[in-house]
């Protein structure tokens, strides 16, 4: 339980900080808007509708994000099961291939920390001070098309959990760091027997059932 709850330490503040193509504040504006998906009128009427876009209506802009970045947002946060290439498309087209990548990302990232704190019954954690600066702006080298919606490492021994957020290495650094802590262990990841209060079957079940439930695409 100690690794978990460093990692989540750590999630929340390095989401307070400059990532790749976002700002600290504008990372922070992402988790207030994940936060606000959950009781957001629109959202669930987007839900309960026969398309998520049959819902003639959208999220205006916020202080720090675009309409479309607040959309992209919203949509990720309740619907994730059926968005569309397309419609992925059209957001990179207005806010960009990295952004948008940015976008899903810190939404992930912060899904996890307060799902982890509502399961342990505390409240959601208080979001960090945003740190200034300007963030790195670098797209990585090595990341091309491999068939999914935005590029990803070309480097095939990567498992995909670790490659779905290769082009934005500031926030998949978080997110790995998640990832090894409430899953795979980095490298213990190969190993078919793990010395753990759950075997290593016991752990696969729990993380397959939650992926369907979360409508997860791997």
Sequence with gaps: MELLID??????????RPGDWLTGAERLDVWRHKRDAAGNDLDRRRVAALSPFAVDEAHPASEHLTATEVDVVHRIATDPGRLTRSWAEAAMDQVGEERYTELVGVTAIVTVVDTLAAALGRPAPELPSAVAGEPSRIRPEGVGDVGAWVSQSLDKT??????????????????RGLVDSHYSRGRGFFDLAWDRALSRPQVELVAARTTVLQECFY
């Design 7 to 16: 990692a989540q330490i750590a999630a929340r503040d390095a989401v307070g």
């Design 158 to 175: 990567m498992a995909n959990v670790s490659r779905t957020l290769s082009l934005v290495p500031v926030t998949n650094a978080t997110w």
